[in-house]
């Protein structure tokens, strides 16, 4: 856990609203409110994946579910980081190395390993992280050292100090809007839910009120 930027990592959480370190917090700790959570807490409530249906539903599941709808959240998701990371003069390295390092992860697929030796080193260090880390904003010093080097080769003003702990913002907006697309499936099929209920209620009275008024001399 040495080469974990915490610096960074602790800069980017005081820009945070409260209700997002809670967030950071009770989902990097497994706390959150999962199918495999609330099993434990109550009997009575489901511990499925509102979106695929699985079973003991965890927070890495969270992220990694393959119902269509969630996929299409995360091409948006992605979509804005790496547009983000392009208005940031961010290195095309660094920008292909994520993305697809986030991807692979995502997809249950081999860890993403660069031809060119220079990121190669980066995206190394971050497989010692873990991947799943990335999104849980705990990013190998590397990151920030490359993206140092590429400023100054282009002559840049900017500073990679501000951009990791942006980054690592970005990061945990990508993994919010995964767990907030995920509950507002959850809260459209309780709805759902609740309402045909409604409807069953409301045609077993109009049964039982036939019923009666036919039997009526």
Known sequence: WD???????????ERQ???????????????????????????DRSTECPRCGA?????????QCRDPRALEQWDKSLDALKMWMINSDTSPEIRYS???????????QPLFRPRQEGIRHVT????????ENVLRGRL????????????????????????????????WDLGWSIWDHRNKILH???????????DEV????????????QDLP
Request: aromatic share 12%.
């Open 140 to 171: 190998s010093l590397q990151w920030r050292e490359f993206q140092q080097r590429y400023y100054e080769r282009i002559n840049s003003k900017r500073s990679a100090d501000g951009w990791i702990v942006t980054l690592i913002g970005k990061l």
């Open 55 to 63: 079973e003991n539903e965890s927070t890495t599941h969270v992220w």
């Open 3 to 13: 080469c974990i930027d915490w610096d960074a990592q602790g800069r980017a959480m």
């Open 188 to 198: 459209e099929s309780e709805e759902s839910d609740t309402l045909k209920g409604m």
């Open 98 to 108: 994520l993305i697809t390092g986030i991807r692979r992860w995502r997809d249950l």
């Open 17 to 43: 609203r409260e209700s997002r370190r809670h967030w950071v917090t009770k989902h990097a700790t497994g706390f959150c409110s999962v199918g495999k959570n609330i099993g434990r807490w109550s009997e």
């Open 124 to 131: 190394d260090a971050q497989a010692l992280i873990g991947w």
């Open 202 to 213: 409301d045609e077993q009275i109009r049964s039982q009120f036939q019923s009666r008024w």
